[in-house]
């Protein structure tokens, strides 16, 4: 019984550094592999319903059965189920992704009108938690146990722990709305006010303006992850050899710390920023929600009510879709950081 | 003490383990936070046990509500009322049962999928175990609450479904970590030994391998109930929970659907919120505190 475990090292030191085209290449064919299965998975999730599918798309909108054959021809639901995924497939790499039922719109234009909103305001966050959070993991780690290690990790904890759209709703009723005598700092919600030009100077600081609360709020619960893991991480780097033969070189304590053991630890954090970068399409549902932006969260949360299924069908494909695109690139960036991966 | 020889090795065993449970415990009373963690979740489990003795389930009946509408905290109200007028205190309480019901259900669910996922993948070789290998990475790279949504819109809002879609989304991290310790554990002499002697592959799977990836499942079940029950918080908050329950989620879905953080009733998003943030931070670091004891890798210094 030979696993790969086993065998890696008894092949030569040269041979087991695979060349990076062959890697690029095998994590390729794998995420083509997960976003045909994404395909697979959307459409039989709405076809293999118990029941009538016409009818549970439908739900109870049609009176006549006329109506009803009209709906299921319209939507090709008349059709073998083999002859529907072809269909399916053909329509989804056309960027045909349906009709909305709501708003009557191809879906396709429905979800690329709606990306905007949401890239800004979860890229926003993104980068903002990535740099303060692994700047606090690092401060943390690198003096463990002190004051400032007991409090940062309480309150990531705490920050980890918390649903962040309640966040959300404590922040609108703090700073939005205001206490008391307290008056409201920031608007409750939406993308910019009705009587400013979107295009204007004025109308990008009222943009601004308007997504400043919930820029906190998702930099708040995302920072909690970034400084978890670069904590952890660095922690298991303060333990290696190489640090101790730096500082017996006599390297200052700071120079030990950024040339030589963050650069180490910094390394899963790239992986944790890549892969997020695709989340940003899907981790804003219930901000956007909470806050009334106009992006594919808000879209997918108001579908849900409906129920809107190709919307829901079109936003689950873009939001898998980001996250496959964004883990190959995690992994190509790694493959490119850290040769030993690549075996 | 008796002499060894006279005991039986299933009696050596019991010894041995009774042992072992005794060390893990006395490194767990020495974690400030685990315990920390631990006092708060007895106390939560405690309510929620005790629900009908501490408020009366009349009180959740929005037909039989006696408060007015959104009322502050008083004497009889120590928590204020709903939109409908419920005690928030009862509500809280009878909440606790679904919150915890529901993320426990869902973790049985994911900690069965994941451990046999990740025992297979890691004990079988060639093609089907790649192949189960690949479906787990997928679990893990699609976005989660996109999938929990078509999954609950599609199967329909009950309590049972929610713990479904949960559990069946939340599974692939334990198997990726099932699967690393039942490729260390496969190489070890013992398991050499019992090949050696005969061993079938479901004996040394029952055997050897599940009782020794058995520690890392239950520090990770302990964490996963903490996901499970900020997934049900979340799914319940965008409707997609069971509509005739009460559930943190679904009150502070209320909540936020009567406009109350604009209206000034606090004491209507803080209290369920709190339960929410305690019971997870709870969960969460009595897992830590597990994986910190039963992780050798983890127990260094301080």
């Known amino acids: 019984m030979t696993t790969t475990l086993v065998t890696a090292p008894t092949t030569s030191p040269v041979g087991r550094h695979r060349s990076y085209g062959r890697y690029l290449a095998g994590k390729i064919l794998g995420a083509v592999a997960s976003l045909f299965f994404v395909l697979v998975v959307n459409f039989f999730l709405f076809r293999v319903l118990p029941g009538d599918p016409a009818r549970t798309l439908g739900r109870g909108r049609f009176s006549s059965a006329a109506q009803l054959a009209e709906f299921r021809h319209t939507y090709g639901l008349d059709e073998s189920l ?155 780097e303060l333990g290696e050899d190489y640090l101790l033969t730096a500082r017996a070189k006599g390297l200052r304590d700071i120079a030990v710390r950024r040339h030589h053991a963050v650069r180490n630890a910094l390394l899963p954090t790239t992986t944790i920023t890549a892969i997020n970068i695709g989340f940003v399409v899907s981790g804003a549902i219930t901000i956007e929600t909470v806050f009334s932006i106009p992006g594919l969260g808000l879209l997918s949360s108001e579908a849900l009510s409906i129920p809107d299924y190709w919307v829901l069908q079109g936003a689950f494909l873009v939001a898998s879709g980001a996250v496959i695109v964004a883990n190959l690139g995690a992994n190509l960036l790694y493959g490119l950081l850290d040769p030993r991966v690549r075996t | 003490m008796t002499s060894t020889q006279t005991l039986t090795p299933a009696q050596v065993a019991r010894r041995r383990r009774t042992a072992s449970m005794k060390a893990t415990w006395r490194l767990l009373r020495a974690n400030r936070s685990g315990m920390v963690g631990l006092v708060l979740l007895v106390a939560f489990i405690l309510v929620a046990l005790l629900a009908p003795v501490l408020a009366d389930s009349q009180g959740l009946e929005v037909t039989r509500a006696t408060g007015g509408v959104l009322e502050p905290p008083s004497l009889h109200y120590p928590l204020g009322t709903d939109d409908n007028g419920r005690s928030i205190l009862t509500l809280l309480i009878w909440g606790s049962r679904i919150s915890l019901f529901v993320g426990l259900s869902a973790t049985v669910i994911s900690m069965v999928i994941g451990t046999f996922m990740g025992l297979m993948s890691g004990f079988f070789e060639g093609r089907s175990a790649a192949l189960l290998f690949r479906v787990t990475e997928w679990f893990l790279v699609i976005p989660f609450l996109p999938l929990a949504i078509v999954l609950a819109s599609v199967l329909g809002r009950s309590l049972l479904n929610i713990a479904i879609v949960i559990g069946v989304t939340s599974w692939p991290g334990t198997a990726l970590l099932i699967r690393s310790q039942t490729l260390s554990v496969k190489e070890r002499p013992y398991l050499e030994r019992a090949r050696v002697l005969g061993a079938g592959r479901w004996h040394q799977m029952t055997r050897h391998v599940l009782p020794n990836v058995m520690p890392m499942v239950f520090a990770n079940t302990t964490l996963t109930v903490a996901i499970a029950i900020l997934s049900e918080t979340t799914l319940s908050f965008l409707g997609l929970g069971d509509p005739t329950r009460v559930s943190w989620g679904s009150m502070l879905e209320d909540a936020f659907s009567v406009g109350a953080m604009t209206t000034g009733a606090w004491w209507f998003i803080v209290p369920p919120g709190v339960c929410v943030v305690l019971v997870v931070l709870a969960f969460t670091l009595v897992g830590q505190a597990l994986e910190e004891v039963l992780n050798p890798r983890l127990r260094r210094s301080s």
């Open chain 1, 82 to 236: 083999p002859r529907q995924f072809v269909t399916f497939l053909h329509n989804t790499f056309t960027g045909q992704l349906g009709i909305s039922l709501r708003y009557r719109v191809p879906v396709g234009d429905l979800i690329w009108e709606r990306l905007w909103p949401t890239v800004m305001l979860v890229g926003t966050s993104t980068i903002l938690a990535t740099l303060i959070g692994v700047y606090i993991g690092m401060l943390g780690a690198w003096n463990r146990g002190g004051p400032f290690d007991r409090v940062s990790t309480g309150v990531t904890l705490t920050l980890y722990s918390m649903p962040e759209w309640w966040l959300g709703l404590l922040l609108i009723a703090g700073l939005a709305v205001g206490i008391g005598p307290l008056p409201g700092l920031f608007p409750t919600g939406g993308l910019h006010s009705t009587d400013v030009d979107p295009s204007s100077l004025k109308g990008v600081l009222d943009t601004a303006w308007h997504l400043t609360l919930p820029v906190i709020t998702l930099t708040l619960a995302y920072l909690a992850d970034y400084s978890l893991v670069m904590r952890s991480s660095l922690l298991d």
